[in-house]
């Protein structure tokens, strides 16, 4: 969606801080309700923690060892209806556990399993099992000492392409989306909340009203509370490090493993980008102030210890090829160890002079769609335009009516209306943008009608449509968050592609 040139100004019924997955999934389902809506990201959409997940559509199996019933419960549910709203970019996914005698015992697993095949009664997926990893294919990358284990269902997603297709799906239903956006002031008169604006790319201010406030600023909720809104809040945000390593492919097949540990973590190897596997994640308390934050050594050395328990071919610092890191602003339990801290939500709502604000403290990505209903029942009574009916279940996202047989069946569509495209580019045109890959495609009839190919099978059409359509405006928010092109670019075309884009938006 092309950002205007004009500053947003006149007076809103909410104003959204934070364009992660929190902030615009609220967005979007406030103004489907009919809220005028304003959402501000002082950077690019999912720059933070909704881009540095482990990009699982998850229950979280471990957190039923924390007792998190409720949050395992609803993370399931919303599981099963977010696979049915962009099956473009997620999908169902095998995992496979082995049995470690170091770790819980086999009855603990199991236990574990049944629950959580059975505490949602909405599941389709297939159910778990124990296999024998001597005569089982998934037991083939695995070390002789485990025999036997089990195998799960759980799901898959791009995040930062989730985060994405929320604001557009806003924007198109009449939100105005602001990226490069950031909230200097915000104070209260009159029932209002006066807000100071700035856009980052040209320094220029501009003040907009609101009826409402959403503090969805993720690692920085408790810094805009006591630094920009200075508010008191009794509520705090514990700050944790997740970091994850891209190696070459260690594994064939299209399962996922999870591996326990003696410290009774768990690390996730993943199959990634077709070739490469995904490790992680680390839990790592963090004091400083949030921002961009890395892998550090030890990092990397522990993901490396985890899996190397597990697998015949050894992973090693030298074969990681790309990394992430990001803080996961979880709401402060106290708990003692960070991998105990709750993963649930917490909605502080300050009505203080008439004019709400709501702060969102916690939260993952697999239920970010309830929680937006949450947020805005929880607005509702002081502020009647959220008040409509919740809608969000059965809608599916932007390019997520992919049609019927699923996505096999739509990529099939796709590359019989477009023969002349590449097989691998047909399949990520579909994968990445589902039944907007049309959009992109418009009227060319051969390869050579998308543009200049930038790099890989990158086109400058499918850039032209990534800023004008996704806000993209820098070569990181095309090569690592609208896709993961950086990992299969040189850096000569990572300087082609940043090239075209600077002259695109300059």
Known sequence: MAQSETLPSGTYDLLIVGGGVNGAGIARDAVGRGASVLMVEQDDLASYTSSASTKLIHGGLRYLEYYEFRLVKEALTERERLLKMAPHIMWPMRFVLPHSKLVRPAWMLKAGLFLYDHLASNMTLPKSRAIDFRTHSAGQPLKSDYTKGFVYSDGWVQDSRLVVLNAMDAAERGADVRTRTRLINATRQNGLWQAELEDRVTGQTTTAQARALVNAAGPWVARLLADTLKIPNSKSVRLVKGSHIIVPKVFDGPQAYIFQNPDKRIVFAIPYEQKFTLIGTTDIPWKEAPGKVGIAPDEINYLCES????????????????????????????????????????????????????????????????????????????????????????????????????????????????????????????????????????????????????????????????????????????????????????????????????????
């Open 307 to 506: 899996v190397n328990r597990y697998f015949k071919t050894a992973v090693k610092e030298g074969d990681v090829v790309w990394s992430y890191a990001g803080l996961r602003p979880l709401y402060d339990d106290a708990s003692a160890n960070a991998s105990a801290v709750t993963r649930d939500y917490v909605l502080d709502l300050d009505t203080q002079d008439g004019a709400p604000l709501l702060s969102i403290f916690g939260g993952k990505i697999t239920t970010y769609r309830k929680l937006a209903e949450h947020a805005l029942e929880k607005l509702a009574p002081v502020l009647p335009a959220v008040a409509g009916k919740s809608w969000t279940a059965n809608e599916v996202l932007p390019g997520g009516d992919i049609g019927d047989g699923g996505f096999d069946a739509a990529l099939a569509r796709l590359s019989r209306a477009a023969a002349w495209l590449p097989a691998n580019l047909a399949w990520r045109l579909m994968r990445n943008y589902g039944s907007r890959a049309y959009e992109i495609i418009g009227e060319a009839t051969s390869l050579q009608e998308m543009g200049t190919v930038l790099g890989g099978d990158l086109t400058t059409r499918e850039v032209d449509y990534l800023i004008q359509r996704e806000w993209a405006r820098t070569a990181e928010d095309v090569l690592w968050r609208r896709s993961k092109l950086g990992l299969h670019l040189n850096e000569e075309e990572k300087r082609k592609v940043a090239d075209y884009i600077e002259q695109k938006v300059a």
